[in-house]
Nanobody, 122 residues
Framework: QVQLVESGGGLVQTGESLILTCVAS????????VGWYREAPGERRLFVAA???????DYIDFAKGRFTISRDNAKDSVYLQMNDLKPEDTAVYYC????????????????WGQGTQVSVSS
C-alpha cells in the first residue's frame, strides 16, 4: 500500500507561487495515478489535478493555466506547481492515489494524510 506525505504549503500573497510536494512510500508508486485535492474551510474536498503513470495530466477548470502537476518516479514524488495564487486558493491540499470511474471522474482510493496548508493573502 502506498503512503503519501504532503509538504510545501505556506502563507503567500496574491499572485505569488508555491510548489507542493507529495512523497510516496510503499510499493508500485510509479504505476499509480496520483491526484491533488484541496479542502477549504467549511467546504468539501475537491479534486484539483491528477497525473497518470505515463505523465498525462488532468485538471479541474480552476486549475487550468495556473497549476501544473508533474511527477518524478525515481524520487517517488508528485508535484503541484501553483502560480498566480488567489485568496480563493486558500485550503489544505492533499495528495492521494486515484482511480477513474466509468464517467471519467477521478476519485481517491487511499488513506488521507495530514495535507499541507496553503494560505493566500489579498
Amino acid at each position: 500500500q502506498v503512503q503519501l506525505v504532503e509538504s510545501g504549503g505556506g502563507l503567500v500573497q496574491t499572485g505569488e507561487s508555491l510548489i507542493l510536494t507529495c512523497v510516496a512510500s510503499g510499493t508500485n508508486f510509479s504505476r499509480n495515478v496520483v491526484g491533488w485535492y484541496r479542502e477549504a474551510p467549511g467546504e468539501r474536498r475537491l479534486f484539483v489535478a491528477a497525473i497518470t503513470s505515463a505523465g498525462v495530466a488532468d485538471y479541474i477548470d480552476f486549475a487550468k493555466g495556473r497549476f501544473t502537476i508533474s511527477r518524478d518516479n525515481a524520487k517517488d514524488s508528485v508535484y503541484l506547481q501553483m502560480n498566480d495564487l488567489k485568496p480563493e486558493d486558500t485550503a489544505v491540499y492533499y495528495c492521494n492515489v486515484d482511480l477513474r470511474d466509468r464517467l471519467g471522474a477521478w476519485f481517491a482510493v487511499g488513506s488521507w494524510g495530514q495535507g499541507t496548508q496553503v494560505s493566500v493573502s489579498s
